[in-house]
């Protein structure tokens, strides 16, 4: 057996959602909301299964599909992308973070990351024959600097797996950040793979800026986006990847030999829902802002030490005031004695773990939040 999977242990979140369910525990934990998502993508969907074509799509997706992303990155973003060279659909962003990976390390090189991730960057990265190197970030700002950079990149370093918006910090890089992220890729000659499946649940007034619209970055870029974070439909898997021509061949083909096409009917109603009106991505962001007021201002009367959240469907809490230390201990008793499944951020980390925050989702109905918030007021506090 591969040693790097054999030996991996299982998820957080699979451990946090089982004893959930053994104790009936709200689940506040794993990352999706209990909404069915927007009705009319699932007619869509639903339609395209009885009327449309359900044999092979393209490998690269359906024309339809990567003529809307173009149109839709163009209007939120900016971008100028040509649907036929610079646009592939992959079946969720997850396949096309292992795809990309494979695709651009070669046995050796070292890759730069940004701890704390998602969990599934270290094993893919090691799986392709990469050396991670860790940049450790730490509350409450969860930023950049160039001391930290300076060590992690080298003459080796290939790749950049880079997460903007953050989860789990619910944070977004700034415009700082970016300018200077994208300096150390150009002057190292690094490819920034960007997982920016977050980038429509942003709050405040928060815009995404793409790091393929930095300077210098159009050609050295590949930008992720996931259908099932923008449109609330976390079971669909259906990701689109976005890159110039050269880098664009080489992601191909590993998609080629991975999944080689994703569901024709599910691309059909993403295609539909990326030419939502502006009223609809506005309102979903109202509703998620919403949802993250109530709790936050429930957890603070409670108090709780909330830390900023400005993005994705998560907060975090720093449970040190609370005398505790041991994220994952308070996890496990937040679960069996409180009855509210959250989970311990140093899940997220590969080395330098930070274990005094925890993370909970907060896209859920009120009804789920008020219940959650009426059992932490129970909370037995650390001696």
Sequence with gaps: MNPIFSALQTSVFEVMSRLARETGAVNLGQGFPDDPGPEDVRRRAADAVISGWNQYPPMMGLPELRQATAAHFKHWQGLDLDPDSEIMVTSGATEAIAGALMALITPGDEVVLFEPMYDAYVPLVRRAGGIPKFVTLTPPAFGLSEAALARAFSPKTRVVLFNNPLNPTATIFSDADLDLLADFCIRHDAVAICDEVWEHVVFDGSRHVPMLARPGMR???????????????????????MAAPELMRVLAKA?????????????????????KDEAYFEGMRADFQRSRDRFAGGLKDLGFSVLPSVGTYFLNVDIAPLGEHNDIAFCQRLVTEN?????????????????????FCFAKHDATLDAALERLAGLRRAA
């Excluded at 009855?339 to 993370?359: C, D, L, Q, T």
Aim: charged letters at 10%; hydrophobic letters at 45%.
């Design 339 to 359: 009855g509210v499944a959250a989970i311990p951020v140093s899940a997220f980390y590969a080395e330098g773990a930070v274990k005094n925050v925890v993370r």
């Design 219 to 241: 050609e050295r870029t590949v930008k992720i986006s996931s259908a099932g974070k923008i449109f609330s439909l976390t079971g669909w898997k259906v990701g689109m990847v």
């Design 255 to 275: 998609h080629q030999y991975i999944t080689f096409t994703t569901p024709p009917n599910l691309q059909a109603a993403v295609a539909y829902g990326l030419g």
